[in-house]
């Protein structure tokens, strides 16, 4: 656990079918209602077989992410009441010490064009074209992992 301006924010890695209910919420509040994925995009067959993390502040579930058995890292979002706030940060870091620690080589994301800069300050270098993904820019990012 890791104190955080005064609450207490815990970043662990989550079961997808025990943790599913805070996982689901958190996604379809950002990607489905927010960001209007469309639903049939934001569930998939990498769902089961992800390593998924999730943060709670006070107990209450504001933050996931996933990576997927390749190393590419998704489903990164935030509650809106608890952005910028460093929780993001917090649980990029944690999705890269857990990689280290696993001994993954290299981390991957597609991230959305507003966000790029948040990738690059923990160590992602752009590379390829910009594309569409579900309506949204993005662009491809790679991170090495140390040994």
């Known amino acids: 656990m890791t104190e ?14 025990t943790d599913s209910a805070a996982l689901q ?5 950002v990607f489905v209602e927010e960001q209007h994925v469309p639903v049939e995009l934001e569930w998939d067959e990498y769902d089961d077989s992800s390593t998924h993390f999730l943060v709670e502040l006070d107990d209450r579930p504001v933050a996931t992410a996933r990576v997927k058995p390749d190393g ?8 809106a009441d608890y952005r910028n706030r460093g929780i993001g940060r917090a649980l990029l870091d944690a999705v890269i010490d857990y990689c280290e620690q696993t001994g993954m080589l290299t981390l991957s994301c597609h991230a959305q064009i507003q966000v790029t800069g948040f990738y690059e300050q923990a160590g992602f270098v752009q590379h390829g074209e910009i594309f569409e993904d579900a309506g949204i820019e993005h662009r491809a990012m790679l991170r090495k992992c140390a040994k």
């Open 4 to 17: 955080h301006n005064n609450t207490s924010l815990n970043i662990r890695v989550a079961d997808w079918h």
């Open 72 to 79: 590419q890292l998704g489903r990164m979002a935030v509650l």
């Open 25 to 29: 919420h958190i996604r379809k509040t």
